[in-house]
C-alpha cells in the first residue's frame, strides 16, 4: 500500500543556525499536501479503513481544523465520503477549505468537546460510519513517524534533539515511534505548549516520579488512568487554538517517560509564538501558525536551549525543528498579532521548563524588533 503522504523537505536554515551556533534542520510539514503532518497519520489510518471496509466506509472526525482537512483530503484521494464536526467560533476560512475538499461540515456546540460528542453520536447512529481519531490511535502515530525516516535518511547523523510541538500527543508520538524505528532512541525530544494549552506539560510531571511530588496549578484537574499515569485534564486557555486538546493520550504520555533520550516539556506565552510566527515570516519567508511557531520560541531566546537541554551547543551538533504546518494564518493575523503586542503594557514573560521557570524578559524589549524597517 503506497502512502499518499508527500516527502517533504529538510532545509539547513542560515538564520537559526546562526543564531545558535550550530546546525538547524526545519522539516517542512507545512508543505505536505493538507499543509499539515497531520495527513501522514490520518491518511495511512484511511487507507487502512478502506481495506477494511471498503468503499461504503464513512469517515466522521471532530476537529479544529487542520486534522479535518487531512482527512477531507484522504477521504477525496480514495472516494470515501466524509464527514467532519466542527465547532462555532472558528474562521469562515476553516470551513469553506473543509468543503472545498469535499467534507460534509457540520457545525456543532461551542468547542471541541462538543464537536467531539457529536461525531461520536453520529457513528452510533450510522453503521457505515468510523471515526477518525484525531491524534490519539497507533497507526495515526505510525504515519507520523515516516518524518523521522525521512530526515534520518538525509541527515549524516543524529542531531543533538529534535523538537517539536505538543497538544493531545499525535506529533510527539509520531516522533517516538519514528525515532525507535530508525535507532535514535536516545536522542532527546523536546516537546512544546502555550502556558494555556499546556495538557501535556502538566501529564508528564504528574506521572513521572518525583519528590515531593509534582502539584499542578489549580486550573489543572488530576485524572489518574492507571497506576503509573496521571493525566492533567484542562479548558484550554490560549489564542494558540491547534494546541488546545483537553487531555492528551494516555499511551503517548507513557512512551514519553519511557523515551531512553528523555523527553523535555517546555511551555511558552502566547505573545512569544505569536512573534515567532511574525520572526518566521521575516526570515524564512513563510507563514506558519502560532501551534507551529511555539516550537521554534527557544531559538530566538539566548540561553534556553542550553538550559532546556543541560548542555551548551557547539559547532559540532545539530538540531531538527519539526515545523508541523497548519492553516490558521493568513498576512491578516500577523497584523493583528503585531498590534496586539504593541498595544500591551510592559509584561514580564516567563518560558516553563521542566517545573522551574525561567525569565526571559518584558515583551517590550521582546518585541523591538517589530519597529525594524
Not at 476537529?63 to 466542527?86: D, E, F, P, R
Not at 541527515?155 to 525515532?179: D, E, M, R, T
Not at 486538546?245 to 523527553?263: I, N, R
Request: glycine share 8%.
Amino acid at each position: 500500500m503506497a502512502p499518499l503522504w508527500r516527502h517533504t523537505p529538510v532545509i539547513h536554515s542560515r538564520h537559526l543556525s546562526r543564531l545558535l551556533g550550530c546546525s538547524v534542520y526545519l522539516k517542512l510539514e507545512n508543505l505536505q499536501i493538507s499543509q499539515s503532518f497531520k495527513y501522514r497519520g490520518l491518511s495511512l489510518f484511511i487507507q487502512e479503513v478502506k481495506e477494511k471496509h471498503g468503499s461504503s466506509a464513512h469517515l466522521v472526525i471532530a476537529s479544529g481544523g487542520n486534522a479535518g482537512l487531512a482527512a477531507a483530503y484522504a477521504a477525496q484521494k480514495l472516494g470515501l465520503q466524509c464527514t467532519v464536526y466542527i465547532f462555532e467560533g472558528l474562521p469562515l476560512d476553516v470551513q469553506t477549505a473543509l468543503e472545498d475538499g469535499g467534507a460534509n461540515v457540520q457545525v456543532v456546540g461551542k468547542n471541541y468537546v462538543e464537536a467531539f460528542a457529536a461525531a461520536v453520536a453520529h457513528v452510533a447512529r450510522d453503521p457505515d460510519a468510523v471515526m477518525v481519531p484525531a491524534y490519539d490511535h497507533p497507526t495515526v502515530w505510525s504515519g507520523h513517524g515516516s518524518m523521522i525516516e525521512e530526515i534520518a535518511a538525509e541527515l549524516p547523523n543524529p542531531p543533538k534533539a529534535i523538537l517539536c510541538s505538543v497538544g493531545g500527543g499525535g506529533l510527539l508520538g509520531g516522533v517516538l515511534v519514528g525515532c525507535d524505528k530508525v535507532g535514535w532512541e536516545n536522542v532527546p525530544v523536546v516537546a512544546l505548549e502555550t502556558h494555556g494549552s499546556a495538557c501535556f506539560y502538566h501529564s508528564l510531571l504528574l506521572s513521572r516520579p518525583s519528590d515531593p511530588p509534582y502539584v499542578p496549578p489549580d486550573f489543572v484537574t488530576p485524572v489518574k488512568v492507571s497506576d503509573r499515569i496521571t493525566l492533567a485534564k484542562i479548558v484550554p486557555n490560549s489564542r494558540v487554538s491547534s494546541l488546545g486538546a483537553s487531555s492528551p493520550a494516555k499511551e503517548v504520555v507513557e512512551m514519553a517517560l519511557d523515551h531512553p533520550g528523555t523527553v523535555k516539556c517546555v511551555t511558552v506565552p502566547d505573545e512569544l509564538s505569536m512573534l515567532a510566527a511574525m520572526r518566521i515570516a521575516a526570515e524564512h519567508k513563510f507563514l506558519v501558525e502560532t501551534a507551529c511557531s511555539t516550537t521554534i520560541v527557544p531559538a530566538y531566546h539566548e540561553g534556553t536551549l542550553e538550559r532546556i537541554l543541560g548542555a551548551p551547543l557547539t559547532p559540532d551538533d545539530s538540531l531538527v525543528f519539526i515545523v508541523c504546518g497548519g492553516t490558521k494564518i493568513s498576512v491578516e493575523e500577523l497584523e493583528e498579532y503585531k498590534s496586539d503586542i504593541k498595544q500591551m503594557p510592559p509584561t514580564k514573560v516567563y518560558m516553563n521548563i521542566e517545573g522551574d521557570s525561567m525569565y526571559l524578559g518584558e515583551l517590550p524589549v521582546l518585541s523591538s524588533f517589530l519597529t525594524m524597517g
